[in-house]
């Protein structure tokens, strides 16, 4: 146990050397990894909870791995951090047409329905959060910073 405890006193958590998009990209990870976690116990026993059970227990565990690797300047991490940050909209298109094909009246809703509820969910916050994610980590700024100085 102790050897735990010794090594995450080791790792880095925050950098504040990196640039200001990927230091906010790092807080948002661990923000949204915190409300993922909060969302897994919020969904338990949920009819579509049994569909996509591993891509939510899996994104918490990108966000901060991701978060972490950005931190310690790991490229995989930066690549952790994008596939965290791509986890809510591949979580959503699973309910959503898990849903629709189950639904009958897909055919009432439409196609544009489906495509809102992919992309923004049940929250326009949520999505300003994870879309601002996803641009401070896909930005031209970062990514030519993770490809001069991550190792």
Do not use: C
Not at 41 to 55: E, L
Not at 102 to 113: D, R, W
């Amino acid at each position: 146990m102790n050897s735990f405890m010794a090594s995450l006193k080791q790792r880095r958590w925050f950098n504040p050397s990196l640039p200001q998009m990927l230091q906010i990209a790092v807080f948002l990870l661990y923000f949204e990894a915190f409300f993922g976690l909060l969302d897994v116990f919020d969904r338990i026993g949920g009819g579509y909870w049994i569909i996509t059970k591993a891509v939510v227990v899996a994104i918490v565990p990108l966000g901060v791995l991701g978060g972490l690797g950005v931190s310690e300047e790991r490229k995989r991490g930066w690549i952790l951090a994008v596939a965290a940050a791509f986890g809510p909209f591949v979580w959503r298109l699973l309910v959503v047409t898990q849903a629709r094909i189950n639904l009958p009246s897909f055919v009432q809703y439409g196609a544009g329905t489906m495509v809102k509820d992919v992309l923004i969910g049940g929250s326009l916050l949520s999505f300003v959060f994870e879309a601002a994610l996803l641009v401070l980590l896909l930005h031209p700024k970062s990514r030519e910073h993770v490809k001069i100085w991550f190792r």
